[in-house]
């Protein structure tokens, strides 16, 4: 299996990004906060980057969201195509 980042907590993030992609083949976006109170992810960045080059790849668009507070953060999802393309092969 290919390494993912240099992480002494392999197992843990292994399992988030499972969860993840799970979620993001689900049809769904998910955004940093989501990531921490779903799965206890602190870097959702990190675990999109393993996806993106693990040996499924999965095309992993982000965009900005803004807030009701008036903050901004990264939301990702896959790109449409990808996921019409896994719900009717």
């Known amino acids: 299996m290919k390494k993912l980042n240099n992480n002494p907590n392999q197992r843990q993030s292994l399992s988030q990004t499972k969860k993840i992609k799970r979620h993001l083949l689900k049809g769904h ?41 008036g903050k901004r953060v990264s939301e990702y999802r896959m790109k449409i195509e990808q996921y019409l393309d896994f719900i009717h092969p």
């Open 29 to 69: 976006s998910v955004t940093p906060i989501e990531a921490l109170n779903k799965w206890g992810c602190f870097r959702l960045g990190a675990r999109i980057y393993d996806l993106q080059r693990s040996p499924h790849y999965l095309n992993i668009e982000s965009r900005m969201k803004l807030l009701r507070s």
